[in-house]
């Protein structure tokens, strides 16, 4: 049996006075699955999570969340879904500690889960730290925290790594990876293709409002590699690049055959230079 | 809209520590107790016999009443709100199944409490001979005043985006509710807007006790005190139908 579909948008249009923010954009997610929505700034990245949670209506076009109309959402789905955002607000004069208990009385969650997921986001020892001193990767870790404390169905995530440094960025990153084998699906919204090509199941890249790429990120990158190319190092440190044709063969047949060939790696693209082709942003 | 009284309850205590830890919000109740604490002993000192001492103190009792109602009130109320704005925590609650009508709630019981004790606080303070005071009466009225002003409170902090604005914006109308009822003695024409005032049934209450009267319950009295309790209300509900808790 398939895994079952909690998000799905079919021709979503969000027009801003006469810009047009998302252009008849459909996708879906499942459970146990990470979406990465690609693209730069002003993309339309953070539009779309407001309008599947809620927070602003759609021109045209439906957003179902676990079974309900996004134009109708309550505090029955709000209870399901976890929402990261980079205005994700701490209270800065209550403890870190006191933060998540605020949040799991208003969730009804266990007191044993804070404990629990301060230990997980290594925050436990500064529990009792107040939320306004927390350097920015402590505040995202809380934030993270404080998002799964209820086991969401669905984590919305806005580029949560953006601007951390990268053992905080590796520490988030793992604990996606957790949490997405725990069955949760989550809608990351990023910048970052390395990390989108590190994480994502499947990506959508988005450029001014379009969905202009999707599927999984090697599919994507296998889909544009049309100049097949292979790097090659052999033992004596040279590096070659080889074409995909008969001279580049019989070159490696010698190779192999002395005995001389150390590594060989195909050169298909990466996401952002797929991205950067399909923008026709290399142009410029 | 359904109501969840564990929400409000946590949004209760939640609140009640920001604005403990807030110095500008706490300081509010606090200039009201020491305002009328140092008029008390400003106004006994001028004083030469103690014929007119109630009068004096009902002066006393009406401006630490106004301070307290009007300013706590609207201004800790609309700069709570506008914090949560500022600090982004506001839009975490609302999609966290918190609904308006819980944080509303939430929002007013905590700066309500406050004012209320104050309240009943004051009568002591100011030097106002105590037994003149119907403490029943006095309660609904000033009640029923701290709440209008709450809910105006409200009302503000849906239009300020941060602590500044919600200063800027509740200023003038506090001073309408303050000043208006504060000079309606010096002047038969502010003393007519005052009777239209849920602020001025309060001073006008505070007059009749300085004076050894019975608080006037008379028809435009409850009309207009809980007829702007009202009207505040409905005010809130259109502002928020229209613009939620924030105006962007």
Redesign the interface.
């Known amino acids: 049996m398939g895994k079952k579909e909690l998000l799905s948008l079919h021709h979503i249009s969000k027009k801003f006075k006469s810009e047009l923010a998302l252009k008849d954009i459909s996708i879906s997610v499942h459970e146990g699955e990470i979406l990465g929505f690609l693209g730069p700034s002003g993309a339309g990245k953070t539009t779309a999570i407001k309008i599947i949670?809620?927070?602003l209506k759609q021109t045209s076009g439906d957003a179902v969340i676990l079974g309900r109309d996004s134009r109708n959402i309550n505090?029955?789905i709000?209870?399901r879904?976890g929402?990261v955002?980079d205005?994700?607000?701490?209270?800065?004069?209550?403890t870190v500690y006191?933060n998540m208990l605020?949040?799991a009385?208003?969730?009804?969650v266990e007191r044993k889960r804070i404990d629990e997921l301060l230990k997980r986001v290594g925050l436990y020892k500064h529990k009792k730290k107040l939320a306004g001193k927390l350097s920015k990767g402590q505040v995202q870790r809380l934030v993270l925290a404080?998002a799964i404390l209820h086991r969401p169905k669905i984590l919305f995530l806005d580029e949560p790594t953006s601007g951390l440094d990268p053992s905080t960025a590796l520490e988030i990153h793992k604990l996606m990876i957790e949490l997405k084998n725990e069955g949760m699906a989550i809608f990351l919204t990023t910048h970052n293709m390395e990390e989108a090509t590190k994480l994502c199941d499947h990506v959508a890249l988005l450029n001014e409002g379009n969905i202009v790429e999707f599927g999984s990120p090697k599919e994507i990158c296998l889909r544009y590699n049309t100049d097949k190319r292979y790097k090659v190092l052999l033992s004596n440190n040279e590096e070659q690049v080889l074409e995909n044709d008969q001279q580049s063969a019989n070159k490696l047949k010698d190779w192999i055959n002395e005995n001389v060939l150390e590594s060989i790696h195909s050169c298909e693209p990466t996401l952002e230079s797929v991205f950067l082709t399909v923008t026709g942003r290399e142009l410029q | 809209m359904?109501l969840s009284l564990?929400?409000i309850?946590?949004?209760t205590?939640?609140k009640f520590?920001?604005i403990i830890?807030?110095k500008n919000l706490i300081m509010m109740p606090i200039f009201s107790i020491a305002i009328t604490v140092v008029y008390r002993f400003l106004y006994t000192s001028l004083l030469k016999d103690n014929s007119s001492a109630d009068m004096m103190m009902g002066i006393v009792l009406n401006l630490g009443l106004m301070m307290n109602i009007v300013m706590t009130g609207m201004m800790v109320t609309s700069s709570a709100l506008a914090e949560?704005k500022e600090?982004?925590?506001?839009?975490?609650?609302m999609?966290?199944?918190?609904?308006g009508l819980e944080f509303f709630l939430g929002s007013i019981i905590p700066p309500l409490i406050m004012i209320i004790i104050v309240n009943m606080i004051l009568p002591f303070l100011s030097g106002i001979s105590l037994e003149v005071i119907n403490y029943p009466i006095y309660f609904l009225i000033t009640t029923v005043a701290s709440i209008t002003s709450c809910v105006l409170g409200m009302v503000t902090g849906i239009y300020a985006k941060n602590q500044m604005s919600a200063s800027t914006i509740s200023s003038p109308i506090t001073m309408i509710f303050v000043f208006i009822p504060t000079f309606a003695s010096l002047n038969d024409g502010i003393a007519r807007v005052s009777r239209f005032l849920y602020t001025g049934v309060v001073s006008e209450m505070i007059t009749s006790y300085s004076n050894h009267q019975e608080a006037p319950l008379n028809a435009l009295n409850m009309a207009v005190l809980f007829g702007q309790i009202i009207a505040a209300a409905i005010l809130f509900i259109v502002v928020y139908k229209r613009n939620g808790y924030e105006t962007d």
């Open positions: 949670t809620g927070q505090e029955s709000y209870e879904i929402i955002t205005n994700s607000g701490i209270y800065e004069r209550m006191q605020f949040f009385k208003i969730l009804r404080r | 359904t564990h929400k309850s946590a949004i205590e939640m520590k920001a830890s807030n949560e600090k982004h925590t506001l839009r975490t609650l999609t966290s199944s918190v609904n």
